[in-house]
T-cell receptor
């Protein structure tokens, strides 16, 4: 069983539309993260989430982004008004916590903005 | 700005050889480091983690950390064609454990 499950695997959306990307970690994970990877570039941190609130965010994570964990299981990333430059792979990661615990990545969602 | 630097390669080695991948980091406060393998179009897959100075071995993989030199490396012994992938070095960047990734080194193992 994968540690982290992401849906959808591929999302195609018109520019300006809202998208919601979903992530389901296994139950003992406490810390959650979203990263993105633009094609050919490095993996970039977006936001971390702990105890039902954002704990840290990067400069990329501006007002068009939001995260929530509405039902205690799904962890979502919402992009309110998508732009062409939002096209990327979006990865959810989770860990049980602590400095030494590794983060397990989901398979990712490929977001294509037209 | 906390950064992790890697030689982007490509690094090409023959099957059975040792592949050596290197990484440097800027934040002296970073305590833990991770090597991930990423196949094209796929997500990062954890290979090794290392927190203490010295070597850590797991099967064909050995990670090395030198905190004084701010240097992390990964050795892959008896390289196989299936090891061909991009190897990502990452260090802890923030108080909540977010990772800072290097650009990755592309490894090609030739049969």
């Amino acid at each position: 069983e994968p540690e982290v499950t992401q849906t959808p695997s591929h999302q195609v959306t018109q520019m300006g539309q809202e998208v919601i990307l979903r992530c389901v970690p296994i139950s003992n994970h406490l810390y959650f993260y979203w990263y993105r990877q633009i094609l050919g570039q490095k993996v970039e941190f977006l936001v971390s989430f702990y105890n039902n609130e954002i704990s840290e965010k990067s400069e990329i994570f501006d007002d068009q982004f939001s995260v929530e964990r509405p039902d205690g299981s799904n962890f979502t990333l919402k992009i309110r008004s998508t732009k062409l430059e939002d096209s990327a792979m979006y990865f959810c990661a989770a860990t049980t916590g602590g400095e030494v615990q590794p983060q397990h990545f989901g398979d990712g969602t490929r977001l294509s903005i037209l | 700005q906390k950064e992790v630097e890697q030689n982007s390669g490509p690094l090409s080695v023959p099957e059975g050889a040792i592949a050596s991948l290197n990484c440097t980091y800027s934040d002296r406060g970073s305590q833990s480091f991770f090597w991930y393998r990423q196949y094209s179009g796929k997500s990062p897959e954890l290979i090794m983690s290392i927190y203490s100075n010295g070597d850590k071995e797991d099967g064909r993989f050995t990670a090395q950390l030198n905190k004084a030199s701010q240097y992390v490396s990964l050795l892959i012994r008896d390289s196989q064609p299936s090891d061909s992938a991009t190897y990502l070095c990452a260090g802890r960047g923030g108080s909540q454990g977010n990772l800072i990734f290097g650009k990755g080194t592309k490894l090609s193992v030739k049969p």
